[in-house]
């Protein structure tokens, strides 16, 4: 029965060394505030530190193996390789007590050093947190001042763009009114499209018959028609029929007459279209030359000499 406590003892000893172990790994590992689930001998104790479960171990161990070392020793005489073997034992007991107290200081010594460390480093980063939350604030308000000045320019902007407006409007309404007062009032086209042919002018009866007969009435019937079948219906040359043509086409233009348009016919404008895409300074000048011609062999009065006024009116009108 004595050798079976003794067994179970050290058995339990043997556990509790274990722990111990166990709880200067965990301590080392994880630090002395680690909660780890503490049992003995299949007892739940519920959850504990590292440091109390080390304490608690220490204290176990001591106090299996103090039993099982009475158990072994108790009646027995006093030998003394017995004596000197529990001297050993208690030498080895002390030495693993001090080996456990110094990896006890250790620990807490390191444990210190770790809070130091970090404790540092919860300082250091609390100013550092500081200084950037001063350098955001900063840059923020640096950034409201410049949205503030960058606001009042624009407001500023807007009012001369709106003062602008104005002032374009009014400029338009003036050049409007002065575009007005300088633009010629067209007069009344001397030829329509049913107009008679007597009014074209310097149409000879013969032609006038010809036409008749091939059922040209009117300037717009007579414009229309090919010149080449009316020269040789009414043999009147193709030239002749052409220049008519034009003169028909150019009086149907406000504001020319049939000196205007036999001036015009002169210089090679036969058609409104010609007469629309032209230059006003050059035609002027053109028409001018020919006109002050004709001014001296008397087939035209003075004035009846065309303006740059007039060709800019005739030019204009002539546009679709």
Known sequence: ????????????????????????????????????????????????????????????????????????????????????????????????????????????????????????????????????????????????????????????????IKKQAKDVVTVKKRVAKIVKALSPTPKTAKLTSKSKLDAVGDVKPSLAYGLKNLGIETVGQFITMDPMMIAEKTTEPPDTVTSLQAKAQLLMVPSLNLNDAELLVKVGITSRKELANQDPVQLCRTLVGIANVYVEQGKMSANQVPTIDDVWSWIKLAQP
Do not use: C
């Open 1 to 160: 029965m004595k050798v079976k406590i003794v067994w179970v003892l050290a058995f339990l000893s043997f556990l509790a060394g274990l722990s111990v172990f166990n709880a200067v790994m965990l301590s080392t590992l994880h630090g002395g505030d680690f909660l780890v689930e503490f049992s003995m001998s299949g007892l739940a104790l519920g959850s504990v530190s590292v440091m109390v479960y080390l304490l608690l171990s220490t204290i176990a161990t001591f106090m299996f193996i103090g039993s099982t070392f009475y158990f072994i020793f108790k009646g027995l005489p006093a030998d003394p390789d017995v004596l000197q073997r529990l001297g050993g034992v208690e030498a080895s007991l002390a030495m693993n007590t001090n080996m456990l107290e110094n990896t006890q200081m250790g620990f807490f010594r390191r444990l210190e050093e770790n809070e130091k460390v970090t404790d540092e480093a919860f300082r250091k980063m609390h100013i550092d947190l500081a200084e950037a939350r001063k350098e955001t604030n900063d840059a923020l308000e640096k950034q409201r001042k410049t949205l503030q000045a960058v606001q009042k320019e624009s407001n500023e902007n807007v009012a001369i």
